[in-house]
């Protein structure tokens, strides 16, 4: 979970800015002078700060430059009312990462939120590379196979220079972890750094996102906004999905790349900048360009250095350390420890095609664990974990424990005469049970019941009312499992 500091002098804004973002599962810290927040963030070590411009003692620019001598890398989002953009545009040059305008709108507000953690996770998020899986602690990209060595290698020749990288692979192959060691072995690690995908922004925006405007640039440009490109001015940015990018802006990233400078829409004073880009792809970039969706000179430009992460069925071999790389990092959050993992487990692993890649991979062993009931992670526990999912299902799964409890249920229900609607009545009481399992569990803690289950609260509220599980019926809870209970 993200921990944001919030600083502001305003406790009903402190109030109501906590209470929207727990429910959106980030965790706030707050305070009301930029002094006690520079404390704080000693103690809480937050992965973003959110802070007012106008606060008592220490100002809002003044607390952002405490904060940026302290830890470059914390990502600080500014708040200021409509009279005081010019402040806020000298704040972005100082190295704000982005302002809130005040009284804010709270979609806008979530998206500059998200935005911010994604920057910080990419700058902040350390990644080794080549270690083996025993000695990780923190993020690793894993893999002894021959075309992941080429991958560390090219990282390695690379990383120091300024050359523009280009990242090719499927989807969930590793691109961003790589995009980020890039930039974290580079030059230009201590320096700006900003990431853009391109398929997150609607077209319509992303133009003004990367280049950004002179104020009356367009209806409704009612400042000046200074784009990601001239943010990034002397370190790096990462373009993510750029063979989604629309020809019009693959024009002016190429004119980036030849020219080193940028203009803001409304604008035709160029201003220089100095920009590393690494960008990355899982499109089939030669068809685009057949198909004239992608521009040929800027592809000649990119593909200077080219790195290509190949699909999970190619790496095989990187199973057997991918498992307990993720075993590992999963296990560690739960009380039972690291079980480990049987060779059949291994096996069936190994036999699957793995469209998701990597990150399909993470997923199935993370849902493994939870099946899991102590001893080596055996097939079984793998073949419930893929249930709902695909096609590794064996027939062995109906032998599995779960399903040999919920088959009998199943059955009885659909040979009742009991109601029409027999496939919500069923689905009810096994979600009824869940989550009065769980309220039990938590001793009737919502918070906690919403977090175990995850979910929010108002979700969790709201199958509370559906199912009227009421504390009393909880905490007395019978196990009886009873379908219509
Ligand atoms: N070699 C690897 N070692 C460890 N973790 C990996 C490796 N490759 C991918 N992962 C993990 O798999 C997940 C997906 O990786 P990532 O987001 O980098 O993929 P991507 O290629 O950018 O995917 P997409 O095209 O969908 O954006 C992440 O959690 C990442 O940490
Ligand atoms: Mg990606």
Request: glycine residues 6%; contains cysteine; charged residues 25%.
């Amino acid at each position: 979970m993200s921990t944001i500091l919030l600083i502001d002098d305003d406790d009903q804004l402190r109030k109501s800015f906590t209470r929207i973002l727990s429910q959106e599962k980030y965790r706030i810290v707050s305070a009301s002078s930029g002094e006690e927040g520079i404390e704080i963030i000693r103690e809480a070590s937050p992965d973003m700060a959110v802070v007012d411009y106008r606060l008592p003692g220490m100002d809002g620019l003044e607390t952002f430059k405490a904060i940026h001598r302290l830890d470059p890398k914390l990502p600080v989002v500014m708040m200021t009312a409509y009279g005081t953009t010019d402040t806020a545009i000298n704040a972005i040059k100082e190295g704000v990462f982005d302002f809130i305008l005040k009284p804010f709108d709270i979609p806008d507000m979530l998206n500059v939120i998200e935005k911010a953690l994604e920057t910080a996770r990419f700058m902040r998020m350390p990644v080794d590379m080549n270690i083996s899986a025993e000695q990780v602690s923190r993020e690793t990209i894993i893999g002894q196979s021959q075309a992941m060595q080429d991958v560390y290698k090219t990282i390695g020749r690379v990383a120091s220079t300024d050359a523009t990288v280009l990242i090719r692979g499927e989807s969930g192959t590793g691109k961003e972890l790589v995009a980020r060691a890039v930039y974290q072995y580079s030059d230009r690690a201590d320096r700006p750094f900003q990431v853009i995908n391109c398929v997150a922004i609607p077209d319509h925006l992303l133009e003004s996102e990367l280049f950004g405007y002179e104020k009356g640039a367009f209806t409704g440009a009612a400042y000046r906004k200074i784009g990601k490109v001239e943010q990034a001015d002397s370190g790096t940015i990462f373009l993510d999905e750029i063979g989604d990018m629309p020809l019009n802006l693959q024009a002016k990233i190429l004119r980036l790349l030849q020219d080193k400078r940028v203009e803001r829409l409304g604008s035709t004073k160029p201003i220089p900048v100095d920009v590393r880009i690494i960008a990355a792809t899982n499109r089939d970039l030669e068809a685009a360009m057949a198909d004239d969706s992608f521009r040929e000179d800027l592809y000649y430009r990119l593909k200077v250095v080219t790195i290509k992460l190949p699909p999970l069925r190619e790496k095989l071999e990187d199973i057997p350390s991918l498992a307990d790389y993720f075993i590992s990092q999963y296990a560690g959050s739960q009380a039972k420890g690291n079980p480990g993992i049987s060779d059949k487990a291994i096996q069936l692993l190994s036999n699957h095609a793995w469209p998701g890649n990597v990150r399909e991979f993470a997923n199935i062993i993370q849902k493994t664990l939870i099946f899991n009931r102590g001893g080596p992670i055996a097939a079984d526990d793998i073949v419930l974990a893929t249930d709902s999912q695909n096609e590794i299902i064996q027939a062995n799964s109906e032998n599995s424990e779960i399903i040999q409890l919920l088959q009998p249920m199943a059955r009885r229900v659909l040979e009742s005469n009991g109601p029409p609607d027999r496939f919500d009545v069923f689905m009810d009481s096994v979600a009824r049970l869940f989550v009065r399992e769980a309220l039990a569990m938590t001793g009737g803690n919502r918070s906690k019941t919403a977090k175990l289950l995850g979910m929010s609260r108002p979700t969790l509220n709201a199958k509370i009312e559906k199912y009227r599980l009421s504390l009393d019926t909880v905490v007395n809870s019978d196990s009886s499992g009873n379908i219509h209970g």
